[in-house]
């Protein structure tokens, strides 16, 4: 195990709500400073570490993947630009809800939850109420809190806080953070469709060793591995097409293989096998191989998003929600109306706007006509004529070509019959 792994383990094995420094490692683990350094940010990464203002950083619980849509007490800390007060080693909980403290403290008692947080101003028998029953409390308006209450937070381990901005301003500054969560939890992750401990061959393996291999599991592509565990090539059948089974693999693999990460999103894997034309690709943690992800897996995991439940919207989402779809002979024609959130500051439709439902109708173009999964390869657009707030348009998309591996499709804007903007997009097929 190296130093960088050992600081790891170690900084995992702290006491939740432990403050670490970089001296402090350096000196118990006997490393530089600078390896110490290196270490804590990588956990910060792996989400084992935050760093907080006035108080430093602090060992936290990684969060679940049930809990990826809650914010914990420290990131609330960062998102008011608030200060710690009491309750520090509660910073790591995760954020139930939240409550605004605007009634009768005798009516608030049934609202209040454990790890919630109420949001109050300067009223100490409201703060007193919510940390007895397991809950954190943001003091807003920059107001001084009574050490009884400071006394209190220490003694449940449940933060304190303190902001200088108004409730109605912390509050929505809360909603927009956890907004954020939503959309980011629907984004598909490499590990929700990968293959898990996949099949692989050791380096010192033999051209026969994929062979047999190949006859077990009915596959031909296996991930390369060292003693570590480290990917470190890909063995095809194009690799060993033709020779004799006592060659080392590692004399005919593919070296240095791309690999991902199991939280890079499924849509950016999907992109690196299309454009390097390639069908497979190793999942690495600390660069050793934890599963594969296949252009098959992506798109099933694509095609499935289709059917799930919205949590948070996206903004191609948004724009797209106010337009109707309709299949046609050679492709779609889609009407609606422009909205708020597609106009420029002169008040006409934005570039941006227009291209976004353009783009999106050639997609849907080869999905509802071919059913193919793509991908964007070029994308040429004109404009000829604004398009103001709540006006009709239409959006035609008609596949002009179609290949085994790409396409492309002409997209057509017209707005009370005229022509206002036009565009030719190329895509390349993922699902082939």
Known sequence: MTKHEQI???????????RISVRQLAQELEVSEGTAYRAIKDAQLEGFVCTLPRIGTVRIEKKTDEAIEKLSFAEVVNIVEGSILGGKTGLHKPLNKFLIGAMEVKEMAQY????SLLIVGNRKDAQMLALKMGAAVLVTGGFDVDEEVVKLADSVNMPLISS????????TFINRALYKLLVRKDVIRVKDAMVKDPDYLDMNATVGDWRRLLKITHHSK???VDGDKKVVGIATTNDIAGLKDDIPIKDVMSKNPIVVGQDTPVAHAAHLMVWEGIELIPVVEDKKLIGVITRQDAIRALQNLSFQPQIGETIDGIVMSRFSLLKTENGIRMRGKTGPIMLNPYGVASCGALMTVMANAGFEAFRSQKRLETVPDSFTVYFSKPVELEEE?????????????SGKAEVNVYHRGKLVAKSLVSVKVIDR
Do not use: H, Q
């Open 8 to 18: 790891i383990n170690y900084i995992k094995n702290l006491k939740v709500g432990s």
């Open 164 to 171: 200088s901005y108004d409730t109605f301003t912390v509050a």
């Open 222 to 224: 296996f991930p390369v």
């Open 112 to 115: 209040i939850e454990p790890e």
């Open 393 to 405: 348009i239409e959006v035609t998309a008609d596949i002009i070509d179609m290949g085994r591996k």
